[in-house]
């Protein structure tokens, strides 16, 4: 009957379902006069994360190319062959290839035509990703189940122009402090100057990645300067205006605390956080939760984990503030399954596959529903980074040109020739880094 159905409805459905698919179409997150409710759709034939067949067209014998990210492979391969399962009318050849989330618009924008039918990304690719024309939006038939389905800031950033873009996957894209809780205790873990003293004390190094802009602005936002989207031309970063003696000040307190605890404050790619605990030469260190499984495995019952620790400027404690976003499922403008590509981005977006990558890796869920299961409430990384979002400044409009200067100014401030009395070199270093990251350096 299913296919019979699908026959008689497919040249109605799937017209009205996917128009705007291409870039230039406009789509909807307004609901059609009747209520919807988190899990519901008022969209015809849309039920959880599972559609009638006709959203699929005449499409069959469907060859789609998936990115995910290395940890998340195999849990997703595992997830695609349930998704055939839920359509074993259908023909699938579905491959999935490791691409991380970091480089997916890069490879997207490289060619697009060659690129992934469904990946993964971070919010803050979502801009030239359509500005690019490579990102189809959400299928207008699933608008509202997915609008009501996660939670209202992960639709909000993966919106533009009205526009929904992207299907919500996590909410939890930032970072926070992860620690051996043999080396540095609960109480240690509330400051940095604690964090580093136990550290040191026990032969430990402390780790965080300051050669990368995504941890290295902590440097700078705890000083209090503050990212605020883009500007009209829709390109320069938009600073909101900020006290510069403080921020300086800040940076300073840093490059003592750098300098004070030399061998110990150490800047590594964020992978050697988890290695670092394996081996033993890590104490503590500054991860996210994609790393949860593996930060675990390495720790064992020594595993601790708090938002990140708060740094004394003459006399006051501040806490870090760090970057928070997002990530999200994209469908290819290019794919030449369009309707399937969107089928599949909205099975792994939804709230069975969000809770089976919250169990199994750690992830924290867009979904509403597994927002409140015990396993996001009771998970003391989600917890830490959750407190830290409050914390932090939103990782949505980030400008391409913000990144390398964010690395070099932590890149400077960890150097052994860096000089953390000199103001007047301090203040050139911020203002230099701002001028940069607006591009009129």
Do not use: H
Not at 108 to 129: G, I, T
Not at 185 to 199: I, Y
């Amino acid at each position: 009957m299913k296919k019979i159905l699908a026959i008689l409805m497919a040249g109605v459905l799937t017209a009205t379902a996917f128009a705007g698919c291409g870039g230039g179409g406009e789509s909807s997150n307004t609901n059609s006069g009747s209520s919807s409710k988190s899990g519901e759709s008022s969209a015809t034939g849309v039920n959880a994360s599972t559609v009638d067949y006709a959203y699929f067209g005449e499409e069959d014998n469907v060859k789609l190319k998936v990115w995910a990210p290395d940890a998340a492979v195999n849990l997703v391969k595992k997830q695609i062959e349930d998704f055939k399962k839920a359509y074993s009318e259908k023909k699938f050849d579905i491959t999935v290839v490791a691409q991380g989330e970091k480089d997916a618009a890069t490879q997207m924008l490289n060619d697009a035509s060659a690129a992934a039918d469904v990946f993964s990304f971070p919010s803050d690719q979502l801009n030239k990703l359509v500005d690019a024309g490579v990102i189809a939006p959400v299928a207008k038939g699933f608008t509202d189940y997915v609008t009501t389905s996660n939670s209202e800031d992960t639709v909000k950033a993966g919106t533009i122009s009205d526009t929904l873009y992207a299907y919500p996957e996590t909410n939890d894209n930032g970072y926070y402090m992860v620690y051996d809780n043999t080396v540095v205790t609960e109480e240690d873990a509330k400051t940095l100057e604690g964090t580093l003293a136990a550290c040191k004390k026990a032969g430990k190094k402390f780790i965080i990645d300051a050669g990368d802009g995504f941890y290295a602005c902590t440097f700078a936002f705890t000083g209090g300067v503050k990212i605020d989207g883009l500007e009209e031309d829709g390109i320069t970063q938009k600073f909101v205006d900020y006290d510069e003696d403080e921020a300086v000040k800040t940076l300073q307190a840093f490059a003592k605390l750098i300098k004070e605890y030399k061998g110990t404050f150490t800047s590594l790619n964020v992978k050697n956080v988890a290695s670092g605990f394996k081996n033993g030469t890590c104490g503590a260190g500054v991860d996210g939760s994609w790393d949860t499984k593996v930060n675990k495995d390495s720790l064992g019952d020594k595993f601790g984990a708090a938002k990140l620790p708060t740094i004394n400027v003459d006399g006051e404690d501040k806490q870090l503030i760090s970057m928070f976003g997002y990530k999200y499922i994209g469908v290819n403008g290019s794919s030449k399954f369009p309707n399937s590509a969107q089928i599949l981005a909205l099975y792994l977006s939804g709230e069975e596959c969000q809770k089976q990558r919250t169990e199994e890796l750690g992830w924290g869920p867009s979904n509403a529903n597994v927002q409140k299961d015990k396993v996001v409430t009771e998970s003391p990384v989600l917890t830490a980074i959750k407190d830290q979002s409050q914390n932090s400044c939103t990782q949505v409009n980030i400008a391409s040109t913000f990144w390398d200067p964010m690395a070099n100014l932590g890149n400077k401030l960890v150097a052994d020739e860096w000089k953390p009395d000199d103001a007047d070199a301090t203040r050139k270093l911020l203002q230099d880094t701002i001028k940069n990251v607006r591009d009129e350096g």
